[in-house]
């Protein structure tokens, strides 16, 4: 049953993408998009009971066990909210002719397919499929953040396809080294490349191919993940995209490059020690952080800020696994979730609130509460969460990954870390809080706020907010076997 | 075909690939830098059926066929197209002097060697000295894409870099797993068809090169 879920998975957003293809008509794209995603979610969910109740399942060159299992929810759950809020922003963007009417089927197919690569790269056992797979979501989300056609969007496509290009050429190489040191204990031919037959010789391995080869892979995959200082892509890409996609690159897409780069660190702390990827996660997670801080509060276009934001807290998960022991990556695990769900409302909010004052420039998105009151709520949760603020759930992750840090006594990391989480607070805060409140712009609109993007931001704030005050027994204990796997 | 043969041979293909790595450095013109890089991959191709020849694997016949098909045909061909298509006929405009470009290289190759030097024990698995011309091929591809200024040098830059990961891995491990190498091949054509129609659409709507866009910032 779980064996067959395993390739089922990936199909059903394939198929949902090629259903996309057989119509023009926007309500129905949009339940295609909605049920496909619900399908996706439920199927997803099924797969996780199983593998909590009888452990982890392969089948060929996919293979899912706990870790992998936490990103996949993270893709669905994601994917489901996308397309809820995605039924009542199209209609807008439409009506004010942001998106052509014309061309809907095709964005609709290239969603569909950009999440079944996400969903392959999360299941992939084999580590050249997680390559195919995570190129394979750079080709589809290029196309998407260029969607609008104009001369920005295809800037950003751009810089992305080929810094991701780039990046992650490096991420093969280091993969093709690491298949050179396991060949030589495991035999070629496709199974010497599946991580799960690695990891069973990992200790064999040479450390000094393993430990160039994870360097590669880790600047390679890196780059996707939005690491500094190969994030260059990364707030041209958020801030051009559409913003149900914005949502989905900085929520999901670039946790699946983080996943990449954790299978080969398991691989090589088993050959090179703890010590080293360890090192080499703090090094790029401190840039991020650092890197991040003076754009984020300098920012006046509200995409890009939250783009330099996630460049942030991909430094803080970096940090996490970079602390290293079970508190670290448990922390790291868990805070790869609350952002993701957290940014995710936060790009919808942020869209809602552009699509009122038809400017991304926050200078001019003022007193947001006066003209719609929940979506402006709504912001304001996410930005007090996104900024760290008890009791929301990022303040619980960012505050494990700082006792992980605490426990191996990594000070000078600690200090970094703790300085810029309070500059990008106040600054985060400050920006927020002008939008939020003040008199309204004569020039947004004062339409009723649309039920489908209200819900979507309500269903990610429940679990936001429920993640900040309780970790559920049933998710504590996949972090918990999630962070074995990484561990040991 | 004795080790000693093939070893020579491996050794020799890979003078020349980076011997056509610095004709895509210095190349004046587009076209040339093109030429270059078919000619590159006509090279790997070669490499992969002398290893094929040497080692019975049939997986590497099938790799060599699809790389000459696809990386010294198709994609060269692809790329002449979109030139043509954009009708410029122009000098890639290099972001430093071609002289200072070719010094980097150098020590980028010699970076290469000294690398794969201190992988001792490693090196025994590895056909002659191929680990280094593989390590350098992908690292002057990148610095091909850095100094372009040209959406089309990056995109030759891009093709030279993958054509160095293939060698390493044909020397290294005689080539990855088929399906794997298929897969990989068909990421990179679906690459460079999104590439050329980017290239094509901003060529049509603003008259300007996409590379030379530089609006977003801060």
């Known amino acids: 049953m779980a064996e067959t879920l395993l390739w089922v998975l990936p199909l059903v957003p394939t198929f949902t993408a090629l259903l996309m293809l057989t119509t023009r008509d926007r309500r129905i794209l949009s339940a295609i998009d909605v049920g496909g995603s619900a399908v996706l979610f439920a199927l997803t969910l099924v797969l996780a009971r199983e593998v909590a109740s009888s452990g982890p399942r392969a089948l060929g060159v996919l293979r899912v066990d706990d870790l992998g299992l936490v990103f996949l929810l993270l893709v669905a759950v994601l994917t489901l909210a996308v397309s809820i809020y995605t039924v009542g922003w199209l209609r807008q963007a439409v009506a004010v002719g942001n998106m052509s009417a014309g061309s809907l089927q095709s964005y609709f197919a290239l969603v569909h397919a950009f999440v079944a690569t996400m969903v392959v790269t999360v299941l992939s056992d084999n580590l050249g499929v997680l390559w195919i797979a995570m190129e394979g979501t750079t080709i589809t989300s290029a196309v998407l953040v260029g969607y609008h056609g104009h001369q920005h969007g295809l800037e950003a496509a751009w810089k992305y396809i080929i810094v991701t290009t780039i990046g992650i050429s490096f991420g093969l190489f280091g993969t093709v080294l690491i298949y050179a040191a396991a060949a030589a204990h495991g035999g070629a031919g496709a199974g010497a490349l599946s991580w799960s037959a690695i990891m069973k010789v990992a200790p064999l391995l040479d450390p000094g191919i393993v430990r160039i080869g994870f360097i590669f892979v880790m600047v390679g995959y890196g780059a996707k993940a939005g690491l500094a200082p190969m994030h260059l892509w990364l707030p041209d890409a958020h801030s051009q995209a559409p913003t149900p996609v914005s949502a989905l690159l900085s929520g999901v897409l670039i946790k699946c490059a983080l996943l990449g780069i954790v299978r080969f660190q398991t691989i090589a702390a088993a050959a090179c020690g703890p010590a080293f990827p360890a090192e080499v996660w703090l090094v790029f997670g401190l840039t991020s952080v650092v890197v991040a801080t003076p754009f984020i509060l300098a920012q006046h276009d509200v995409k890009r800020l939250l783009g330099y934001h996630s460049v942030e807290h991909v430094g803080i998960v970096a940090l996490g696994f970079g602390f290293g022991g079970p508190v670290g990556t448990y922390g790291a695990l868990l805070h790869v979730v609350n952002h993701g769900v957290t940014k995710a409302l936060a790009f919808f909010a942020a869209g809602t609130a552009i699509a009122r004052y038809g400017t991304r420039d926050m200078r001019v998105i003022r007193g947001l509460l006066g003209v719609a009151p929940i979506g402006a709520t709504l912001l304001m949760l996410a930005a007090l969460s996104l900024a760290g603020v008890p009791p929301f759930s990022i303040f619980v992750s960012e505050l494990l990954v700082l006792r992980g840090g605490i426990g191996h006594a990594h000070w000078v990391a600690i200090a970094i870390f703790l300085v810029m989480v309070v500059v990008i607070f106040a600054g985060l805060l400050h920006h927020a809080g002008a939008m939020a409140f003040g008199e309204p712009a004569a020039a947004a609109s004062r339409e009723p706020e649309a039920w489908s993007p209200l819900l979507a931001m309500m269903l990610l704030a429940a679990i936001m907010v429920l993640l900040g005050l309780t970790i559920p027994a049933s998710v504590d204990g996949l972090l918990r076997r999630a962070t074995e796997v990484v561990v040991g | ?218």
Do not use: C
């Open chain 2, 1 to 218: 075909m004795s080790t000693h043969t093939l070893h020579a041979i491996v050794d020799d293909l890979g003078a020349l690939l980076l011997f056509t790595m610095i004709l895509i450095l210095a190349a004046g013109q587009i076209y040339r830098a093109i030429y270059a890089v078919a000619a590159q991959s006509l090279l790997i191709a070669i490499a992969g059926a002398v290893l094929a020849k040497a080692t019975g694997n049939v997986d590497l016949w099938v790799i060599a066929g699809i790389t000459l098909v696809v990386k010294a045909i198709v994609l060269p061909w692809v790329l002449h197209w979109v030139v043509r298509r954009m009708n410029v006929r122009r000098e890639v405009e290099p972001v430093i002097p071609v002289a200072a470009t070719l010094a980097l290289a150098v020590a980028v190759v010699v970076m290469s060697f000294h690398l794969s030097a201190t992988l001792g024990p490693v090196h025994q698995a590895i056909t002659g000295n191929a680990l280094p011309v593989g390590i350098a091929l992908t690292l002057l591809g990148v610095l091909a894409m850095a100094t372009g200024k040209t959406a089309l040098t990056q995109m030759v830059g891009l093709f030279a870099s993958e054509n160095g990961i293939f060698f390493t891995a044909m020397a290294v491990t005689q080539g990855m797993p088929l399906i794997i190498e298929i897969g990989v091949i068909l990421d990179v054509i679906l690459a460079a068809l999104v590439m050329a129609i980017m290239v094509l659409r901003v060529r049509s709507t603003v008259d300007a090169d996409i590379a030379d866009l530089d609006r977003l910032r801060g």
